[in-house]
């Protein structure tokens, strides 16, 4: 009887030690997947924070991307043409810019999807640096096409320009070429003789060879005369004594006037170049040099 029960003691103690012994394995392994589980979620949010930090780096390069595209158009719309390569530089830096960002996105995409993190806000932020990189790439597309239009529009000016510049100097050209027109008369000077011979005057009037005078003839040659511009030279020299000058043509008095200038010589000075210039050919009569 009393074996009996020593055995069934012993069956017992045999039955807890092994119950104990197998608790003690499964605490033992609980603690160690407790500790793999705080090791991994350590892990997680150690990859979490850099992803954050990569993202948060990533935006401030496209945000200097901005500015840059602002700095780029302000260069086209203050210059123009005149720092064309410059500005096409400036372009071709930020597209590449754009470039290195949008490669940072995918390699940190590639790293999220091996580390095995599925977090909603983690591809929610991706997704959004995707799209603005790609409004930015499509940005500076968009700014290539309007330099490489602002270049078109600034050629056809300066081809237009130039030619209103032409056409401003034909014109002033005419001007000038008119006004020396209207201001230019044309006077010959000389004896009676000389006129005569020249056909640029003719006797009028008298009687038989008495009291004849001279009028300007209707039938001379203009190689008979010289220009004058009366808007650059308002007087004309007469080798002649005072008294010994007579204007023949129909100049207005009171256009004109002869002073003696010195010994054996006088001169006519236009007064009123607007009344004198209205009769263009100037007939100027002096005498002869008495012989010595």
Same mark, same amino acid.
């Given at each position: ?7 069934? #003691? ?8 092994? =119950? ?11 603690? =160690? ?37 602002? @700095?780029? @158009? +302000? ?32 390699? #940190? ?6 580390? +095995? ?11 959004? #640096? ?13 700014? /290539? ?13 300066? %081809?237009?320009? @130039? ?31 000389? #006129? /005569? ?13 008495v009291g004849k005078s001279l009028k300007v ?7 008979? %005369?010289?220009?004058?511009? /009366? ?11 005072? +008294? ?5 043509? =129909? ?17 006519l000075q236009i007064v009123d170049r607007a009344? %004198? ?6 007939v100027i009569l002096r005498a002869p040099p008495? =012989?010595?």
């Amino acid at each position: 009887m009393r074996k009996g029960v020593v055995i069934g #003691l012993a069956v017992v103690c045999l039955a807890l030690v092994g =119950a104990a012994g197998l608790t003690y394995s499964k605490y033992k392994k609980s603690q =160690a997947d407790f500790a793999k589980a705080t090791a991994d979620q350590d892990a997680m949010r150690q990859r979490y924070d850099q992803a954050v930090n990569e993202i948060v780096s990533i935006q401030d390069s496209l945000n200097a991307i901005v500015v840059g595209e602002n @700095q780029a @158009q +302000g260069d086209i719309e203050l210059h123009g043409q005149t720092v064309h390569e410059q500005v096409l530089r400036r372009i071709d830096t930020i597209k590449a810019s754009i470039a290195r960002t949008k490669a940072r996105i995918e390699d #940190l995409d590639a790293k999220l999807k091996h580390n +095995g993190m599925r977090i909603a806000s983690m591809r929610k932020m991706i997704d959004n #640096l995707r799209e603005s990189a790609q409004w930015r790439e499509e940005k500076i597309a968009g700014l /290539t096409t309007q330099v490489d239009t602002l270049r078109t529009r600034v050629t056809g000016l300066k %081809f237009e320009i @130039q030619g209103q510049q032409e056409a401003l100097q034909r014109n002033q050209d005419e001007l000038k070429q008119r006004q020396a027109e209207l201001a230019t008369i044309y006077y010959a000077m000389g004896t009676k003789d000389e #006129l /005569t011979r020249a056909h640029v005057v003719e006797p009028n009037g008298g009687v038989l060879g008495v009291g004849k005078s001279l009028k300007v003839s209707g039938m001379f040659e203009e190689a008979s %005369f010289s220009p004058l511009n /009366t808007d650059e030279q308002t007087t004309i020299q007469i080798p002649a004594k005072k +008294g010994k000058v007579q204007v023949l043509s =129909a100049q207005p008095p009171g256009s004109y006037k002869l002073t003696v200038v010195g010994k054996d010589m006088v001169e006519l000075q236009i007064v009123d170049r607007a009344e %004198f210039r209205k009769v263009k050919h100037l007939v100027i009569l002096r005498a002869p040099p008495r =012989a010595a």
